[in-house]
């Protein structure tokens, strides 16, 4: 957030827009995505991340400022927070094997998918999902409250609840939004069927959350407003599955891509 932010008013950009936070948020971003995805804690490896993070927020700056360019003369479109993610992802897969100092955590290790077949498991049968068969509603939305957290990469529903909060003092629509967005992204993950420890830790609801907040934020809400913003999860929910099957071979999270496209 420093580095980009500070990059921003070295550079000359708009002082409005630096303080409106449009020239900041993917710098924060990216900071939460190599503490998230690069090894390392109060070591030497977290010292690495944390020197680099403010060189990479500043990329982000210029990337946001080449995609606004090229999206919003042309198709009227903000870059929301593809430059966060062409600034992360990137990365990651340079430290993957490319960028000696730098190592990503296990949980991303390269990964090819088996085809799935009708004689598969019940990923939802009590054993493999207890929580689930125990819990009904509650988990639930929990699993909703956890996929706001995990907007700014906080896997916990304490984390969700106050972001969510957080989300009230500046618009309630936009809180409603943030949350039936989720909710409405982890029933249809359920329905399916994706894996149920995923949708619990909230990684199949964080993009239809901003989905449904971006569409609640660029057009006036009406009725039609809610049905595209629910068409619009649905979609969201569909593409969160395409990219991370594409992702999974190269060792690389999908980000916030599917809420982008």
Not at 92 to 121: E, K, N, W, Y
Not at 145 to 154: A, D, H, R, Y
Not at 193 to 214: D, K, M, Q, R, V
């Given at each position: 957030?420093?580095?980009?932010?500070?990059?921003?008013?070295?550079?000359?950009?708009?002082?409005?827009?630096?303080?409106?936070?449009?020239?900041?948020?993917?710098?924060?971003?990216?900071?939460?995505g190599?503490?998230?995805?690069?090894?390392?804690?109060?070591?030497?490896?977290?010292?690495?991340?944390?020197?680099?993070?403010?060189?990479?927020?500043?990329?982000?700056v210029?990337?946001?400022?080449?995609?606004?360019?090229?999206l919003?003369?042309?198709?009227?479109?903000?870059?929301?927070?593809?430059?966060?993610?062409?600034?992360?992802?990137?990365?990651?897969?340079?430290?993957?094997?490319?960028?000696?100092?730098?190592?990503?955590?296990?949980?991303?290790?390269?990964?090819?998918?088996?085809?799935s077949?009708?004689?598969?498991?019940?990923?939802?049968?009590?054993?493999?999902?207890?929580?689930l068969?125990?819990?009904?509603v509650?988990?639930?939305?929990?699993?909703?409250?956890?996929?706001?957290?995990?907007?700014?990469?906080?896997g916990?529903?304490?984390?969700?609840?106050?972001?969510?909060?957080?989300?009230?003092?500046?618009?309630?629509?936009?809180?409603?939004?943030?949350?039936?967005?989720?909710?409405?992204?982890?029933?249809?993950?359920?329905?399916?069927?994706a894996?149920?420890?995923?949708?619990?830790?909230?990684?199949?609801?964080?993009?239809?959350?901003?989905?449904?907040?971006?569409?609640?934020?660029?057009?006036?809400?009406?009725?039609?407003?809610?049905?595209?913003?629910a068409?619009?999860?649905?979609?969201?929910?569909?593409?969160?599955?395409?990219?991370?099957?594409?992702m999974?071979?190269?060792?690389?999270?999908a980000?916030?891509?599917?809420?982008?496209?």
């Amino acid at each position: 957030l420093f580095g980009s932010t500070a990059f921003s008013i070295l550079t000359g950009i708009d002082s409005h827009a630096v303080q409106a936070g449009l020239f900041g948020y993917n710098g924060l971003l990216v900071g939460l995505g190599l503490a998230t995805f690069l090894d390392g804690g109060w070591d030497i490896q977290g010292v690495k991340t944390l020197v680099l993070s403010p060189f990479l927020g500043a990329l982000s700056v210029l990337l946001q400022c080449v995609l606004g360019n090229l999206l919003v003369p042309a198709f009227k479109c903000p870059p929301f927070t593809l430059a966060f993610n062409a600034t992360m992802i990137w990365f990651v897969l340079g430290s993957a094997s490319r960028f000696s100092h730098f190592h990503v955590r296990p949980f991303l290790a390269p990964a090819i998918s088996t085809l799935s077949t009708a004689a598969d498991a019940d990923p939802y049968t009590p054993s493999a999902c207890a929580e689930l068969h125990s819990l009904h509603v509650v988990w639930v939305l929990r699993a909703a409250v956890t996929s706001i957290g995990q907007i700014f990469l906080c896997g916990s529903w304490p984390s969700g609840l106050l972001i969510l909060l957080g989300a009230v003092f500046c618009s309630r629509i936009m809180a409603m939004a943030l949350f039936f967005g989720a909710l409405q992204a982890v029933l249809l993950s359920l329905l399916l069927g994706a894996p149920c420890a995923e949708i619990e830790f909230g990684l199949w609801g964080y993009n239809s959350a901003l989905t449904a907040t971006a569409v609640v934020t660029f057009f006036v809400p009406t009725r039609i407003t809610v049905l595209m913003a629910a068409l619009g999860v649905f979609l969201t929910v569909i593409l969160d599955g395409a990219f991370k099957q594409a992702m999974a071979p190269f060792g690389a999270p999908a980000g916030t891509l599917p809420f982008c496209f």
